[in-house]
């Protein structure tokens, strides 16, 4: 199992709470976001984690290089921000898998991966996105999916009541993503996933597993809070 994490985020709205460091980097009880996204990643099966690198890519190289991991590593390295579609096609050129998992690197979304693929590779999608149900909110947009897991709609972020959220977790087939000879730069949602929809190949599955984006400061501390007894 190949896992993309994308960990070349700036981190700016965190500023004030990590200082000057890539968001994957941010500490959460003396240890960084990242160290628990790779227990994680171990947990789930994972052989090999690419990190797609941006912003200050030292700070985590240095890191990795102190660590002993269950599983391999490498990386690459932007060498300017290339979106959030451009950081996944650099990563993607040195996967192998034929399917490979791909994950934000400030979000924590413990979706039983095994199963998200079984329901990719079920269905053939190009791509599979975990969702998740999410009440009272206003910060993300939300997914619309069919009976069969389709996604028929991206909805645009507002106040809403309840809705599926994409949850930064994707199951992405590499040949159907790289016949599409995108650009360098590009936007994985708008230019990949919204420009695409209308072909049916894209699904969603919604899992109830414990999610947190730590990208704004009430999250990051609530996170403080909750990976003391997640990962005691």
Known sequence: MECIVLAGGLGTRLRGAIGDYPKCMASVNGQP???????YLAEQGCTKAILS??????????????QQLPFA??????Q???????????ALATATDKNVVVL???????????????????????????LKQMHNFDRYGIVQTDS?????AFEEKRAREHGLINGGVY?????????????????????????YLQE??????????????????DDYNQAQEDFKTMFA
Request: proline share 4%.
């Open 171 to 195: 199951i992405i087939d590499k040949a159907a993503f790289v016949e599409r000879h995108l650009p360098e730069k590009f936007s994985f949602e708008k230019d990949y996933l919204e420009a």
């Open 104 to 130: 934000n690197g400030d979000t924590m979304f413990q979706v039983p991966i095994k199963e998200l693929l079984h329901f990719h590779t079920n269905n053939g999608a190009a791509t599979t996105l975990a």
């Open 148 to 152: 069969k897991g389709i996604i028929t």
């Open 80 to 90: 300017e921000p290339l979106g959030t579609g451009g950081g996944i096609q650099l």
């Open 200 to 217: 049916h190949k894209f699904y969603g599955q919604a899992a109830g597993a414990y999610f947190i984006d730590i990208g704004i400061p």
């Open 53 to 66: 690198l941006g912003y200050k890519a030292e700070v985590v190289t240095e890191w990795l290089g102190n």
């Open 33 to 39: 976001f990242l160290h628990y996204i790779f227990r």
């Open 73 to 78: 590593v490498s990386y690459v390295t932007e």
